[in-house]
């Protein structure tokens, strides 16, 4: 089993903001074709034309996001022209309410999907929904790898937040090609509840199933010492001096998470480690 292939989205021609380098390098690795969808997005909303709006105002952001989409796939195959990688562009236009839909179509056929940090500095609205069309609309394993991070440094000590939930499960087994190279897979279990169907033995049946695959792995089983799991989980890759995270994605529903705050997105803003996520 392996990753063949890799895909990566650019809203911006400004490829810093990307993740194309570490897609690349992850393509190189797992000797995959990159694909690479360049997509020139409206930002304009549909309600903001009142009734009658002149039709020239609307061509005109079309005609701009068309533009965009071409500036980035002219900027993408500059800088791909001397890999040895398989790889392709495709362009594309949507508006910011549409562009769920056709991110989705692409990650459907994915192995595996790299972006970048949906928040923080240099991130707009089109990041977080792109990274959650994947997930959602895809069904695609979503590796966030933070731009200053070496690749080729990545998935040598990798830490598994197991919590014994359909999310997380399917992380797991999306990442296994990741999990059966690493030196050593650190399964984490915080707070594991009294009462669940592994409580004599946390992490055992997992650590199982994964030895049969041919995966080094340890458990460790932690206290919640501070207020947020995500808080807990970094000090933990830290600590254990790991590289990389795999854990299952919105476990609590988006608008809760958007609203109050939870373990996925305190992750994706603020980790500064490689996290492979899935719903």
Known sequence: MAYKTILTTLTSPDLSKSALEQAIAVAARWQAHLEVLCIGVDQTQPSFYYAGANAIIQQETLTRAREDSEAIEAAVQARLRPESIAWSTEPGV?????????????ARFADLVVLPPPYGEGADLA?????EAAMFGGKAPMMMIPADFAVDQMGRKIVIAWNQSEESLTAIRLSLPLLQQADLVNICI???????????DPGGALSQMLARHGVRAEISVLAKTMPRVSDVLMRHIQDIDADMIVMGAYGHSRFREAILGGA???????????????H
């Not at 949507?94 to 692409?106: E, F, P, T």
């Not at 305190?266 to 996520?277: A, G, I, K």
């Open 94 to 106: 949507a508006q910011i309410v549409g562009l769920s839909q056709m991110v989705a179509q692409h």
């Open 127 to 131: 990041d977080e929904t792109v990274v």
């Open 190 to 200: 915080i707070d594991p509840p009294q009462h669940g169907p592994d409580r004599s």
């Open 264 to 278: 996925t997105r305190s992750m994706l803003e603020n980790c500064p480690y490689p996290v492979l996520m899935a």
